[in-house]
C-alpha cells in the first residue's frame, strides 16, 4: 500500500492517480477549518489574523513571519468565489475583519510609502511592520497592487465606499512609484524601506497584479492610469516573457540580489490573465502554452502515477499541494478553450495529487515531505491559495464538479448575493454585464432576468440566453442583467 499524508491512494484501471475524495470535499472541508479557527488565547484573535501557517501534530500555530497583506489578498479571492459557490454568507464578515485588520496596520501618512499595508509581520501578535525576511518596516509592493484589488472587488460586493477608497489609494501610491525597469530591475521593486523609501530588492516578475489593479480602475472610468497599466505589460512582454526571469513573490525567501530563484506563481498567473482576456492577445495559445511548460520543465516533479507535482520555487525546492492546483488549474483553463485533451490530463492528475494534502478533520498540508510539509499547513499554501485553484478547475471541467449538489462555478461579474432553495436558485451580479456557469441537480424550467424571461439555446452566443452543456445539468447563462432567478 502507498500513502499521501496518511491517505491511501487510489488508481484507476490505467494506473492513473485519482483524487482520494471529490473535489467539492475537497473544498468543504478546508474552508469549514477557516469558519471555525482556533484563536489565540492571550489576544482572542483567530489564527489567520496573526499566523502564516500552523503545526497539525500537535495543532498549535508557527514561530514563522505572518504574510498579512498577500494572505489577506488570497482570502478575498477566494471568499467571493466560494461564497457564489456555496451562499454561506459567514464568509464575507470573515473577510470584512481581515481588510479592516490589515488597514488598521498600514504605514503612516508621514511615510515616503504612506498608508500602505504590509507585506510581513512577526507572528502572534496580529500587528504589522514588516518582519525577517523582508525586514521591519519593509514592504512588497506587488502586495500592495495585489491587496489593492482585493479592496476594489470587496467593494463590488458591498458597494461599501471605503473599500474603494482604499483601493484606489494603494493604485495611487504605486502609480507615484512606478519607473520604467528593465532587465535588472522592475518597474516596482520587490522591497522596499517604507520610511525612507530606500530599495532591498530591486526585481520581481510578480507585475500581472499591478496591471489587474490599474485594469479595474480603467474599467471603472478612471482612464488615468491608463499610461501606467501599458507600462507595466510592456515590461512583462520585454522582460519576463522573453528572457523567462520568473522570481520574486514569497515574503519570507531571503534576499535574491542577482536574481537567481525561479518560481511557478509570477509565469502561471501572468498566463491566467491572458487567457481571461485572450481578445488583446492574438498569440495567447502560443504564449500561455509556453507558460505552463516552462513551469513544468522548471519546477515540475517527477510524474507519480502521471499526476505532476509542482515545486514552489528554487529556493524552496519542495513540491507543494497549492502551487500543483495551481499548475493544474491553468492546464484546466487552457483545455477548456483550446479542447486540448493532453493538457486536461495533466490538469485532473494534478488536481488528484493536490486533493492528498486535504484531511477530513478541515487542516490542508502544504506537502509531503518529512519532517516539516507533511504536518503543515499554510494560511495561504493550504486555503487561500488552494482553494480557488479547485474551484477555478471546477468551472473549466465541469465534468468534476458534484452532479448532486446546487453550485455556481463561475461568474465573470461578482456575485453580491445568493440563494440556493430547493428546484429554485437566485442571484444579484454587481455588474449587468457578464456570464455564469452553474451545475444544478435539477434542469431548468425558467430563467428570469430582470424581470423577464430568458430564452434558451442550443449554444450561448453574445445575445442574452442560457444553454445547457452536454454534461448534465450544467448552465451557461448571459443574463445582461444584475438579477437572476432560476426554477426547475
Known amino acids: 500500500m502507498i500513502f499521501i499524508n496518511g491517505h491511501e491512494i487510489v488508481l484507476d484501471d490505467h494506473e492513473r492517480l485519482e483524487p482520494w475524495t471529490d473535489y467539492s470535499r475537497v473544498v468543504t472541508l478546508a474552508m469549514d477549518f477557516i469558519k471555525s479557527c482556533p484563536c489565540d488565547s ?13 503545526w497539525t501534530d500537535p495543532l498549535r500555530p508557527t514561530d514563522w513571519p505572518d504574510n498579512p497583506a498577500g494572505k489577506f489578498a488570497w482570502a478575498v479571492t477566494t471568499i467571493l468565489k466560494y461564497y457564489a459557490y456555496s451562499g454561506k454568507q459567514k464568509f464575507i464578515d470573515i473577510a470584512a475583519t481581515m481588510l479592516d485588520h ?7 501618512d508621514t511615510f515616503t510609502w504612506n498608508e500602505i499595508p504590509y507585506s510581513s509581520a512577526n507572528p502572534g501578535t496580529g500587528i504589522y511592520f514588516g518582519a525577517r525576511a523582508d525586514g521591519e518596516y519593509v514592504t512588497e509592493p506587488d502586495k500592495i497592487a ?36 528593465d ?107 509556453r507558460l505552463i511548460e516552462w513551469v513544468q520543465e522548471t519546477l515540475g516533479a517527477q510524474p507519480f ?25 491553468l492546464c484546466a483553463q487552457f483545455a477548456e478553450l483550446t479542447g486540448n485533451e493532453k493538457f486536461r490530463e495533466m490538469a485532473v ?45 471546477m468551472a473549466a471541467l465541469p465534468e468534476m464538479a458534484p452532479d448532486g449538489e446546487d453550485h455556481m462555478l463561475r461568474s465573470t461579474s461578482i456575485i453580491q448575493q445568493i440563494s440556493y432553495q430547493f428546484n429554485e436558485i ?40 442560457w444553454a445547457i452543456r452536454n454534461i448534465p445539468y450544467v448552465v451557461d447563462i448571459r443574463p445582461d442583467a444584475r438579477n437572476v432567478l432560476i426554477r426547475g
Open 102 to 108: 490589515l488597514w488598521d496596520q498600514r504605514t503612516p
Open 42 to 54: 492571550h489576544n482572542h484573535l483567530p489564527w489567520y489574523l496573526q499566523y502564516s501557517c500552523f
Open 349 to 393: 492528475r494534478s488536481f488528484n495529487w493536490a486533493s492528498y494534502m486535504a484531511n477530513t478533520n478541515g487542516t490542508v498540508t502544504v506537502g509531503v515531505d518529512r519532517p516539516d510539509y507533511y504536518n503543515q499547513c499554510w494560511f495561504t499554501d493550504g486555503y487561500f491559495d488552494y482553494v480557488p485553484h479547485f474551484l477555478d478547475g
Open 305 to 329: 502515477y502521471s499526476a505532476i507535482p509542482i515545486h514552489e520555487q528554487k529556493f524552496c525546492y519542495f513540491v507543494m499541494g497549492s502551487h500543483t492546483a495551481r499548475f493544474a488549474c
Open 183 to 289: 532587465s535588472e530591475h522592475s518597474p516596482l521593486p520587490f522591497r522596499v524601506n517604507v520610511k525612507d523609501g530606500s530599495i532591498l530588492e530591486e526585481y520581481t516578475a510578480h507585475m500581472i497584479a499591478a496591471v489587474r489593479l490599474f485594469d479595474d480602475l480603467i474599467d471603472q472610468g478612471k482612464a488615468q492610469y491608463q499610461k501606467e497599466r501599458d507600462l507595466l505589460w510592456k515590461w512583462i512582454r520585454d522582460f519576463p516573457l522573453q528572457n523567462n526571469v520568473w522570481k520574486g513573490y514569497f515574503e519570507d525567501i531571503r534576499l535574491d540580489p542577482s536574481n537567481e530563484n525561479r518560481d511557478q506563481l509570477s509565469p502561471l498567473e501572468t498566463a491566467r490573465y491572458m487567457l481571461e482576456h485572450r481578445t488583446q492577445f492574438p498569440d495567447w495559445q502560443v504564449t500561455v502554452r
Open 426 to 465: 437566485s442571484y444579484r451580479c454587481h455588474e449587468k454585464s457578464g456570464f455564469q456557469r452553474l451545475r444544478l441537480t435539477f434542469q431548468p424550467s425558467e430563467i428570469i432576468a430582470d424581470g423577464k424571461r430568458l430564452s434558451p439555446k442550443r449554444n450561448l452566443d453574445k445575445e442574452p440566453g
Open 146 to 181: 495585489q491587496v489593492g484589488k482585493a479592496y476594489l472587488d470587496f467593494y463590488k460586493l458591498t458597494g461599501e465606499k471605503r473599500f474603494l477608497d482604499r483601493g484606489e489609494h494603494c493604485a495611487k501610491v504605486l502609480a507615484g512609484k512606478l519607473r520604467p525597469g
